[in-house]
């Protein structure tokens, strides 16, 4: 059911004119839908509906270089001394 709704997102895209490639899911929620009424002896049977939505941007290509850190900065320190008991 996913799948099938990724593939309609694709077309969807491509027909508003978006960028396929640079397309990147922003958000994927489920929610609950409504119980059909049921009558006679299928009353205690529960059927679990859903409503999936999914939306997607359009992500800028641009990729910026990390600075680095030096070398004293990146070392750790450890997370609490102990000390000797007289």
């Known amino acids: 059911m996913v799948i099938s709704l990724l593939k309609s997102l694709v077309a969807n895209a491509q027909q508003k004119g978006l ?3 640079s397309l990147c899911i922003a958000s ?3 929610n609950i839908a409504s119980r059909p009424a049921r009558y006679g002896r299928h009353r205690r049977r529960v059927t679990k509906r859903s409503h999936f939505e999914i939306t997607a941007v359009e992500k800028e290509t641009k990729i910026e270089p990390r600075a680095e850190k ?12 102990m000390e000797k008991k007289q």
């Open 70 to 81: 030096p070398q004293a900065q990146q070392q750790k320190k450890p997370a609490h001394k």
């Open 28 to 30: 994927a929620i489920a």
């Open 19 to 21: 960028d396929v490639k």
